[in-house]
């Protein structure tokens, strides 16, 4: 029998989230702080978005490149 493996970690147990997050939030800060006209609220979502696909792709990285080892073939019992 082999043993379980699974080469990813679920979406809010990884620190990429963490960084995504705080990313995301430092953005935020930063569009209130400054002036409007400097970095505004359409820069901010641009950003964001930018942000937000990055995290998508490395995600979708991540998962493609995980080994897995099971024998049932339900998934019912996935990482």
Known sequence: MRDRECGYQR???????????????????ASAMVDASDFGAEE??????????GYMVSRGLAKSGSRDFY?????????
């Open 44 to 53: 901010a979502w641009f950003y964001i978005t930018l942000l937000t696909i």
């Open 11 to 29: 979406c809010w147990r990884s620190r990429l989230l963490i960084a995504y997050v705080a990313a995301v939030i430092g953005v935020l800060i």
């Open 71 to 79: 024998d049932d073939e339900s998934g019912a019992d996935r990482c």
